[in-house]
């Protein structure tokens, strides 16, 4: 667990600016697609209540045991359905979820869904990919497109050969032997976040707005990850960073 959260400082330096934790002293809070639960153990200390949500058991179970380790309340933390919430209307002060939403098939009922279950003037922050981002034109359509439009070509001997160790490789390359060339683009970006993520959706500013469009304020800003070289450029992040936050009040 400290060497997750190592990892997550160092690649989202920024993220106890984004989620400040302190802000959430004496609210009752809700986080969807907890994870490992890095995020959840920072945020908790500080809630009235603490809530987390997941659709895998491996991350539920991770997230428990790292509350029992931090001698936290791990009761709150529970599966959940982003587009199917287990919790009343107007429950929580604050919503958050980092880099989810934009992997569930219906993203749009899923921010429904934070609207129903927020307080009238509760706040959420939410992440999801940005479209017009530098990472999205040259790492996923360029770069990755290419390696797997290689990969559909070699043959299935050599790959084994390869991959030997890697049975993900191979049926990797199975799985694009069945697709056209013109949906290599979009295996690229679903296995941006590992493969056989089966969605993984990109947005612009303005439909991220549109997204939130019941909310009664929308902020949306750009903030990327440490690892990519441009996005030590504020000017370049500003404008083509991966991140999509959105900071809203119901």
């Not at 959940?80 to 934009?102: C, M, Q, R, T």
């Amino acid at each position: 667990f400290r060497e997750h959260d190592a990892i997550i400082d160092a690649l989202t330096p920024y993220h106890k600016d984004v989620y400040r934790y302190e802000l959430m002293k004496e609210k009752i809070v809700l986080e969807i697609g907890c994870g490992m639960g890095s995020h959840a153990w920072r945020a908790a200390p500080f809630s009235k209540e603490f809530h987390a949500v997941d659709l895998s058991p491996n991350s539920i179970g991770l997230t428990r045991k790292r509350f029992q380790l931090c001698g936290l309340d791990d009761r709150g933390i529970m599966l959940g359905d982003a587009e199917k919430l287990p919790f009343p209307d107007n429950y929580f002060d604050h919503v958050y979820s980092n880099g989810v939403i934009h992997h569930t098939p219906n993203t749009k009922k899923a921010v429904n869904e934070i609207l129903r279950v927020l307080k009238p003037g509760g706040t959420t922050t939410v992440m999801i990919y940005h479209k017009n981002s530098i990472f999205y034109y040259v790492d996923i359509l360029i770069k990755n497109q290419m390696k797997y439009a290689i990969l559909k070509i070699v043959p299935s001997s050599l790959v084994r050969m390869i991959f030997s160790k890697q049975e993900t490789a191979i049926s990797l390359q199975e799985e694009i032997k069945k697709t056209s060339w013109r949906e290599i683009g979009n295996l690229a970006l679903r296995f941006s976040d590992g493969h056989y993520n089966p969605h993984t959706k990109v947005y612009t500013k303005e439909e991220a707005k549109m997204l939130f469009f019941d909310f009664k304020e929308v902020v949306v800003k750009l903030y990327s990850g440490a690892d990519r070289w441009w996005e030590n450029y504020k000017c370049i992040n500003d404008n083509f960073g991966w991140g999509l936050f959105i900071f809203a009040v119901k």
